[in-house]
């Protein structure tokens, strides 16, 4: 699986472990950064980073890492086709991806340890959507406040 990657300040440290985790698992990983560590960067550059490679196909899913993962999210979110939640646990990352078809997972760098999140990143890259009847009807109503909002 092609996956984006990116990390403000505070997730910078984490950001690194959990792509060197990925690669060594079999992903290709597409780092969109930082590359270095920068207390005056902003998370919202890397979650737009991050959204456009999967909207434009270079990437089938992103990971995002900031301080809480909370702002990764509302931010990445803001673009059409993007659905970004913040997943502390293994439950919620593979089900996000069954049942809402999540396609950006975000993690607090302050908020989970490094294991955990790894656990996390396992059970969100080997999730698929179901694509259940149901659960294809709650993504066309997504859609559909994604394409009125967008006017």
Known sequence: MRIAVAGDHNGFTMKNDLASHL???????????????????DYPD????VA???VSGEADRGILVCGSGVGASVAANKVP?????VCHDTYSAHQG?????MNVLCLGARII????????????VTGRFT?????QR?????????????G
């Open 23 to 41: 690669a060594q698992t079999g992903h290709k990983v597409l780092d969109l950064g930082p590359e270095r560590l920068d207390p005056d960067d």
């Open 46 to 49: 890397y979650a737009r980073a």
């Open 52 to 54: 456009k490679a999967i």
């Open 81 to 85: 086709g993007i659905r970004a939640s």
């Open 97 to 101: 991806v069954e049942h809402d078809d």
């Open 113 to 124: 340890g490094l294991e955990a999140a790894r656990e996390a990143v396992n059970a969100f």
């Open 131 to 135: 694509g259940e009847e149901r659960h």
């Open 138 to 150: 709650r993504l066309e109503k997504v859609r559909a406040m994604e394409k009125e909002a967008s």
